[in-house]
């Protein structure tokens, strides 16, 4: 995988989930804002799921079975959308909540992403 972009992936989520987390704790539904931050962390996962797809054809192999590799590079990519999604079907404190709790589930991704590339844990 490329780990920069990884890295780079899981803090942003982080950010976000801090942000919309910040946003529930003052009582505030998502706003615009997060949701377009939202949509660029999405974007950079989208584009890690490019790359690790790209790097599957040209040979690489994870550690881990290349099964499991795509279902996380997927799930990684929909994440934040569908955190999106359902924090604007729920328009109070909660929403933020989900869109929060959608940006740490995103780094967790990340982290076992890393893992599965890489082989390390277990």
Known sequence: MFDPLTIAVAVAALGIAAWCGYAAFKDQPTKDWHLIGMAVVS??????MVIG???????ED?????TVF???LVGAACTLPAAGFMSLS????WGSATAAAGGVILAVLQ????DIWVGAGA
């Not at 974007?43 to 890690?48: D, E, I, K, P, T």
């Not at 797809?53 to 040979?59: F, K, P, S």
């Not at 729920?90 to 404190?93: A, M, P």
């Not at 982290?111 to 890393?114: A, E």
């Open 43 to 48: 974007l950079a996962a989208l584009v890690q």
């Open 62 to 66: 994870p550690h881990d079975t290349t």
């Open 111 to 114: 982290v076992r992403l890393y």
């Open 90 to 93: 729920e328009r109070t404190r």
């Open 53 to 59: 797809i790209v790097r599957l054809a040209q040979g």
């Open 70 to 72: 795509v279902a996380y």
